[in-house]
């Protein structure tokens, strides 16, 4: 099982899941995230650290979205070093 199977796997952490939960989430057209996912990070990670990787999500999608705009391609950079996209649509 790889990431896109990642609630059911056994690979990742409560946490990373958490945390793969909550970029999904941030990730979405519109973004909506539930106030018991946010509660259950908080659980695990400070608030300065619920703040940095609320930051690194948004800039990650801020970049893909402004290159999408702009019809920048992929250079070749990580060529083959990338995650594979999940089949189909994905509810969380």
């Known amino acids: 099982m790889g990431l896109a199977d990642y609630r059911e796997s ?13 970029t ?7 973004a909506e995230v539930a106030d018991a996912l946010v509660e ?15 930051a690194s999500i948004a800039w990650k999608n801020f970049r893909a979205r402004f290159n ?7 250079q070749g950079f990580s060529q ?3 995650c594979p996209l999940p089949e189909g649509p994905r509810q969380v």
């Open 10 to 22: 056994e690979v990742y952490s409560d946490l990373e899941k958490l945390v793969l939960d909550y």
């Open 24 to 30: 999904v989430a941030l990730t979405r057209t519109p």
């Open 40 to 54: 259950d990070l908080r659980e695990h990670i400070s608030e300065e650290a619920l703040v940095e990787l609320s």
């Open 68 to 74: 999408r705009g702009f019809d920048i391609e992929a």
């Open 80 to 82: 083959g070093a990338c």
